[in-house]
């Protein structure tokens, strides 16, 4: 080696500031990407003869600009938070989960399960709620984890699949009329499930006639803590990270990699599932067909947006939310389509994940190359 | 200073190149002349910034103070692509080729042969392949797959794919490492064959006797400086390793009687499979006691690599006995053979021994991260985990600024001296150890080959294998020799000489060579 010097290497003069923007710089290619893909919304939306200013502070307003829009954001983000940490949890553990859709379906039937058939006083039915979700979407992510172990089929291709039939099967399960199975007798047009239990609602504030606070967003806090708890100071999560990382590595230290691969779908679908019974337990009290429209889906821009760093899904998933609660006030303000949101959404995901563009814009250095192979691998490698 | 070389002018230039990386300066004040049709040895420790200064010449690192020069011209961009244009072609330490595609494809990717746009011409391609190995007698077959081809002739296509874009200034940074002997000398010859043909050629390697075979010249660095300049004909292996480490290096390792124990390690007609599901072991019967080492020696490709990944548990064998200290793991998983106090060096570090992002702590501690005192239940204790790591990068002179950097920003060498030292630092009884000293500089096998006859003579079973058989000479009690998956024979060291070990490596048998002393065995 070269000899070792004191502390970080000597800055010559004056690159002290181009030092430090090279070495942080990286951590923020997030910030610069939705920045990025505001801009070119602003100018997508002043082309087509709109009112940009109007429309984004639309936006903030309606979605962080009074107490009532703060809340609305907050009880839109929970879902977004808890599957996003769904999608990174697999991230981690070297796996594309693109089953959070499915998962949250699967977990939210079992949580109705439990809602209309027992009888519990709350203390037990929440708790029993929750873990009924968990291990539900833990159950259904489990299939594409044994696939993969047992067969290696690719768990891109399975949870997709995986999705399908979840989606389909709650359908049938709520439409179904000879016998109902889940539906509601008392109202058969309504393509919901039956309402569960009071005492399984989640308590919380109302705020206005709509939105009621819920108790999701500190389960939500509680399980970004456990999850980057798990990932980084446990044995499970260095075994789910090395499985992720290196998984030759990893088979020849002693850790089981098919077992691991189970474990780290496991864990993906239970996060899911909690986030499809926050939903189903705080908000609308049943299940209907439509229920996550793609949710799922949302789920791994916020993970991916996050760079699957547990704590910050916390800012993508309120970032997530707030698009959605704002996009209505925007509309109102600036008469445009809320279609723009999705578009700034989108280009959002696209700064996201053809960072180069936004490495090249704003002169960052280059990721390591370790995260590079994180990345593709999760994509289509092995 | 001589400045002959073979005489031509000088074709690249560095002059005065620093580079830092956080914590530590790889190159200090470096400059380098390469004449055509030379052959320039880069001699130096590990991490001594040999890699460095190549991929800066390269132009994948960018130098933070310095100018290259290649034909007299500054060299501007640092780029790969620009000095791919100047003429410049590097081979890497790791090889960087594309496993699922032909040697054809490897070799014009990025510069494809094309029949009007967007038509790729393979016929075209393959002949022009064929024809540069033939001009070099580099023998590669264009369409066999990358991943069929042993290390050897992944070096030729790496060699090739370079020529292929017209360099004239060749890098090969530690070509030799992972050849066989037979596999090196071949290479030294291609190398001559290039350079008559006008050719110029950096060469780095740690095997000091193809320094002195092949460079015309010799440029040996320390802690990041040039410390030195010599020719083959001024130097000897002794000087050579002194200038490297600064000190004088014993070249042969000091080995007492042995006292060997009872058996640890019993293998009973063993057959493993491969990857592409042909018999790679056939009928191996092998005994390792405590205190001995047995040394495996081999041609790569003979079946030690499935061989080890049976006794590991990394591969289930096909028929035969496992037995470890009286346990019988035949086909077990690889943590119930470690907790046996199994130790593997794996002869792949990148792919198997270390996960390349994380930090040196958490590598330290790859397979004892779930026992104490690394964990307590299942939360990790970071603080024993760090002074764990702090105790082998000090005990093993591991060449780092600090524990907590990636395994990736370490120098080869000092990658498998991290590897080494967690797997000799464990409660022991039987070592496997695999190629245990590639890619390590003199100074450090020296330490390394003390370390494992130490740990032989505290009573641990050694196995090791190698393709160096001078290793294997230097180290082993005794000597099993393996060809097409067999053990052909199973000898004292000493036993046999080097010429008739060779013999028998390359398929001949015992009876047609005559022992030289047929003396029993000393045990
Ligand atoms: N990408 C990097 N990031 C940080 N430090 C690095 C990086 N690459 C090399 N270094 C450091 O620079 C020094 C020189 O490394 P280099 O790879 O050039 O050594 P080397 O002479 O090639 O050694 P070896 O013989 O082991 O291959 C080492 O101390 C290493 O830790
Ligand atoms: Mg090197």
Redesign the pocket.
Known sequence: ??QAVEGPAPSPGPAGFREYYARYAPYLVPVFAVFTALVVGALMIGLTGGDWLAAYIGLWEGSFGTPVAIANTVVRATPFIIAGLAVAVAFKSGLFNIGAEGQLYAGSVCVVLVGTLLQLPPVFHIPVGIIAGAIGGAAWASIAGFLKARTGAHEVINTIMLNYIAIRLTDWLIKSKTPYLLGDPADPSSARTMYIAETMRLPGFRVSDTIVLHLGILIAFGLVFLVAWLLNRTTIGFELRTVGSNPSAARYAGMSVPRTIVLAMACAGALAGIGGAGEVMGVRYALSTDFFSGLGFDAIAVALLARANPIGIIFSGLLWGGLLTGARLMQVRAGLSIDVIKIVQALIIMFVAADQIVRFIYRIPQRSSAEETMISRGWGGG | MTQQGRGGPVVLEARAITKR????V??DNVSLRLHQGEILALL????????????ILYGL?QQDEGAIFVKGKPLRASSPHESIQRGIGMVH?HFQLVPVMSVAENVTLGNEVTRGPGWLDRRRAGEQIRALSRQYGLEVDPDALIADLDVGAQQRVEIIKALYRNADILIL??PTAVLTPQEADDLMQMMRALTRQGKSIIF?T?KLREVLAVADRIMV?RA?RVVGETTPAEATEASLAAMMVGRSVMLQVERGEMHPGAVVLEVTNLHVRDDRQLLAVRGVDLQVRAGEILGIAGVQGNGQTELVQALTGLRAPESGSVRIAGHDVTGAAPRQISELGVAHIPEDRQRDGLVSSYPLTDNAVLELYYLPPFARGLVRDDAAVRDHAERLVQEFDV???AVT?PA?????????KLIVAREFTRELRLLIAAQPTR???VGSIEFIHNQIVKKRDEGVAVLLVSAELDEILSLSDRIAVIYHGAIVATVNNGDLSREQLGLLMAGASLDETPAVSPTLARS
């Open positions: 080696m070269a | 990386f956080p914590g530590v790889a190159n130096g420790e590990n991490g001594a910034g040999k890699s460095t200064l190549m991929n690192y330490q940074d530690e780095i740690h660095l990041g060449r780092t600024p950097v990736s920003s370490l120098s080869g060498g000092n990658q498998q890619g390590i500089d």
